[in-house]
């Protein structure tokens, strides 16, 4: 199994583009989550999705919508790219016979915005 | 909402016993899990407290009180590979387990 995968690993965008990260597991999880990390910080949630074709709005929400058309994959898309949006996006999953409070990590995906 | 606290930085020797603290004001509160995270790493979950009272894991135990709203990680019989940061994080009681981080607590581990 090769757990939760995030493409791509790393992006540079210019103010204003639009790109899409894409969110893969293969472990049957119900449960998926968008978080960012900017430096020396936690983690915050920007979307989750309990299953397929259901999405609900995080902590930080603005600039960012997401989709769960499968129900492995969770796909994050940034609009219109801003320089605030430069962070380390992490995807993670569970699933509903897991523990409450286990949540399984992507590698994450390095964006820098200039 | 929920907010949670802990000590930016800890350092020890090799060998020794660490406590990572951590407190928090949350509504809807089910429990605390612990992460860990080296540099450049994805998060790894560590443990889990939905009752008040210990749970051990190997070297690593955490604590839960809920009628102090504290929490906190042991380390013990520490290692150079143990330098990380450490996350306590609020685990929502609603349906769709969300989780609420702390900022993290760098470790550094002295030879």
């Known amino acids: 199994n090769a757990g939760v995968t995030q493409t791509p690993k790393f992006r540079v965008l210019k103010t204003g583009q639009s790109m899409t990260l894409l969110c893969a597991q293969d472990?049957?999880?119900?449960?998926m989550y968008w978080y960012r990390q900017d430096p020396g910080m936690g983690l915050r949630l920007i979307h989750y999705s309990v299953g397929e074709g259901t999405t609900a709005k995080g902590e930080v929400p603005d600039g960012y919508n997401v989709s769960r058309l499968k129900k492995q994959n969770f796909l994050l898309g940034l609009e219109s790219a801003a320089p605030s949006q430069t962070s380390v996006y992490f995807c993670a999953s569970v699933g509903s016979g897991g523990a409450f409070g286990e949540q399984f990590f992507g590698p994450g995906t390095r964006l820098t915005v200039l | 909402g929920q907010s949670l606290e802990q000590p930016s930085e800890v350092t020890a020797v090799e060998g020794a016993i660490v406590q990572i603290n951590c407190t928090y004001q949350t509504s809807g509160f089910y429990g605390l899990s612990w992460y860990q995270q080296h540099d450049g790493g994805a998060p790894t979950f560590l443990s889990y407290n939905a009752l008040d009272g210990l749970e051990e894991t190997g070297r690593f135990s955490s604590f839960l009180s809920r009628s102090d709203s504290y929490g906190y990680l042991l380390l013990q019989e520490l290692q150079m590979k143990d330098s990380a940061s450490y996350f306590c994080?609020?685990?929502?009681?609603?349906?769709?387990?969300?989780?609420?981080f702390g900022s993290g607590t760098q470790l550094t581990v002295l030879p």
């Open positions: 994080a609020a685990i929502s009681s609603g349906s769709a387990r969300q989780l609420t």
């Open positions: 472990m049957n999880h119900e449960y």
